[in-house]
């Protein structure tokens, strides 16, 4: 392998260790499909503006189509196939289920591993655009449907799901909230 354009390198993917030679040009949207065969990753524009691929890294979602696998080694990388404990789904997958928030379910994992970091962010307390009191010892605000949409915004649908997907959002917080995965998530996208 040319080393001047290619590395060895060694990806942590839902709790696994892959090794592989890329390309310093692989982005990882690309090592995980065309490398790994973790297809539940979707492209779509290929240019970071459409969420399809969004994964994890370290707990946080990132567009895989905009970072380059060898910047992603030493990060943890869950992608959708790693969202469920097991036979049991996750919170959001099983309210996406529930809710119908999908159509042709293209944009659905990433939609998911969006969702999932989200919850995560609001009931940590961060901000969105639209959050009207945005001092650090303010309260997560309550996770209204603008709220969601804003939070979720880039991750598109082509099918025009969105209504259920804010349904799915919102009953996925309130669950978490009531199994204590999330704490100080108040939904009021229902209301
Ligand atoms: S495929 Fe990465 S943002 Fe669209
Ligand atoms: S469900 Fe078809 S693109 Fe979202």
């Not at 969006?114 to 901000?127: D, K, Q, R, T, Y």
């Not at 655009?129 to 001092?135: C, E, Q, S, Y």
């Not at 969105?162 to 704490?183: C, N």
């Amino acid at each position: 392998m040319d080393q001047s354009t290619s590395s060895d390198i060694i990806l942590d993917i839902n709790g696994e260790k892959h090794a592989l030679s890329v390309d310093h040009r692989t982005t990882l949207l690309d090592a995980l499909r065309e490398r790994l065969d973790l297809t539940g990753t979707k492209k779509g524009c290929d240019q970071g503006q459409c969420g399809a691929c969004t994964v994890l890294l370290d707990g946080q979602r990132a567009v895989s189509c905009l970072q380059f696998a060898v910047a992603a080694e030493g990060r943890h990388i869950t992608t959708i196939e790693g969202i469920a404990d097991g036979e049991r789904m996750h919170p959001v997958q099983q309210a996406f289920l529930e809710f119908d928030g999908y159509q042709c379910g293209y944009c659905t994992p990433g939609q998911i591993c969006s969702a999932v970091a989200m919850l995560e962010e609001h009931a940590a307390g961060w901000p969105s655009a639209v959050t009207d009191d945005v001092r650090a010892e303010a309260a997560p605000p309550p996770l209204t449907a603008e709220e969601i949409r804003e939070r979720m915004s880039g991750n598109l649908c082509r099918c025009g799901a969105y209504v259920q997907i804010v349904e799915a959002v919102a009953q996925a917080a309130t669950r978490g909230k009531e199994t204590g995965m999330l704490e100080g998530s108040e939904t009021e996208a229902s209301a």
